[in-house]
C-alpha cells in the first residue's frame, strides 16, 4: 500500500543529496584514484592541511567520519607515510594528527586538480548559483541543527 503522504523517492531530500554528491564525487574520483586515495581519506588530508594536528575526536566531526573509520584512515595513511600521531602533551592517552611533508606533498600534488574540478563544476552551474547553493544548503543545515 502506497503511503500518499510520502514524497516520490526521487524526490526525497536525501536521495536528491546523494544524486548530487555523486555527481559531484564523479568529478574529484579520478585524480584521486590516480593516487590511490578515498574519498575520507582526501577529507582527512584536506583537514589537516586547513588544521595540522587535530585531535582524533575533533578530526572526526570535521570530516563527518565515524571514529572507527576514521581509526582505519588514519592506520592507512600512517602505513603510507602520510599522517603520524603524536600524543597529547595534556593527556597522553590521546593522539593528534600531523600530515607529514610526503602528506602535504602529495596534497600539493592533488589540490591543483581538485581546484581545476571546482573551476569546471563554478562554469557549468553558475558562480551565483553555487554560492547561493551553499547559502542555502548552511541555512539547512542551521535550521535544521536548531
Not at 582526501?42 to 571514529?67: F, K, P
Not at 606533498?105 to 569546471?120: D, G, H, M, N, V
Amino acid at each position: 500500500m502506497k503511503n500518499s503522504s510520502l514524497r516520490g523517492f526521487n524526490r526525497s531530500l536525501p536521495m536528491s543529496l546523494l544524486r548530487a554528491r555523486e555527481a559531484v564525487m564523479k568529478k574529484f574520483s579520478p585524480a584521486l584514484k590516480e593516487h590511490n586515495i578515498s574519498p575520507q581519506q582526501w577529507r582527512v588530508i584536506r583537514a589537516l592541511e586547513d588544521e595540522n594536528g587535530l585531535e582524533m575526536t575533533l578530526l572526526s566531526e570535521r570530516c563527518y567520519l565515524l571514529m572507527p573509520s576514521l581509526s582505519r584512515i588514519i592506520q592507512n595513511l600512517d602505513q603510507r607515510g602520510l599522517v603520524n600521531r603524536k600524543p597529547v602533551t595534556s593527556d597522553q592517552r590521546r593522539s593528534a594528527i600531523f600530515l607529514t611533508a610526503e602528506g602535504k606533498r602529495l596534497f600539493a600534488e592533488i589540490s591543483p586538480k581538485s581546484a581545476e574540478r571546482y573551476q569546471y563544476i563554478t562554469e557549468k552551474f553558475g558562480p551565483g548559483k553555487l554560492e547561493l547553493l551553499y547559502e542555502l544548503l548552511d541555512e539547512l543545515i542551521e535550521k535544521i541543527d536548531e
